[in-house]
């Protein structure tokens, strides 16, 4: 059986691969600029705030928990980040 770390693998390639080539196929040249930078903030993001709850957690466990629930969360919510009608 799968461990909880090889679907967090999985999915974290899917999102650092394919997410950033699909944000950018879907808009403008003129604005590609501004959709690769603003993709890459929450990637920025999550690298800030895994140590601060790694250091309040102190669980290997629930820190891949929480690693591998925060991009399957961001699958979902992608259709609602990016309106790609305005851009």
Known sequence: SFSLLYYHFLINVMIDILLPILAIEFVLPEKRTYVS??????????MCIL??????????????????????ISLF??????NFETI
């Open 37 to 46: 930078v603003s993709s890459n903030f929450g990637y920025s993001f999550g």
């Open 51 to 72: 140590p601060l709850y790694a250091y309040l957690t102190k669980d290997w466990y629930w820190i891949s928990v929480m690693a591998t629930i925060s991009p399957i």
């Open 77 to 82: 919510l992608f259709k609602y980040v990016i």
